[in-house]
């Protein structure tokens, strides 16, 4: 079984540059199916997010430059550490590399990019969380994953279009009085991510 690799000496910069580690051990892994439909064309808040019946819901909640954000977890297949990642010509996009997981090359984003945030370091200890989209599977690079924490659907709100990201939200959940914006998958990964998704 992979280990944790060892505590940065330096943090490399979030750029092209390789981050060179073996595969840590997940911290977490969610046995999916992909949805049928996307979440988005749901008709009830709870759908959107992956309710139950009883109208709870769980979510992966990580935060970016210092705001909260959260995935359902049933997109979620898996979180672990920073991978090699192999180089994209693009440099341009979010998309930052590949990552070679277990022999399969998964599309790698740089989540900070891919929502307007400033660049920032990373190193061998940054997450990363793997999500089924509706074309296969890709790593998000994130700064900090806090936990998988349990919202009911009475806690959730659609997003307003006040918000610049509205676009990719499912929607917003107060469960303990600071909000948690709920982002839509298949809406955050960038076109050339779908292009390279792994099966």
Do not use: H
């Not at 073996?22 to 999916?32: H, I, L, N």
């Amino acid at each position: 079984m992979p280990t944790s690799p060892k505590p940065d000496a330096a943090p490399k910069k979030r750029t092209r540059s390789t981050a060179a580690a073996a595969p840590a051990k997940s911290k977490a892994t969610a046995a999916t199916a992909r949805p049928a439909v996307p979440m988005r064309d749901a008709r009830t808040m709870g759908e959107r997010v992956g309710a139950d019946p009883e109208g709870r819901a769980l979510l992966v909640v990580f935060r970016l430059d210092g705001q909260r954000y959260g995935l359902p977890l049933s997109r979620v297949r898996e979180i672990q550490q920073i991978v090699a990642l192999a180089d994209l010509p693009d440099r341009s996009s979010s998309v930052i590399g590949m990552a070679n997981i277990r022999g399969t090359m998964v599309p790698v984003v740089d989540l900070r990019l891919r929502l307007g945030l400033p660049a920032a370091l990373w190193g061998l200890q940054t997450p990363m969380i793997f999500c089924e989209s509706g074309d296969g599977v890709v790593a998000l690079i994130v700064d900090e994953v806090e936990d998988v924490l349990e919202v009911s659907e009475a806690a959730m709100q659609p997003p307003s279009r006040i918000y610049e990201l509205a676009d990719m939200l499912l929607g917003v959940a107060m469960p303990d009085n600071e909000p948690v914006l709920v982002l839509d998958v298949d809406r955050v990964i960038p076109p050339l991510a779908k292009e390279g998704v792994a099966p």
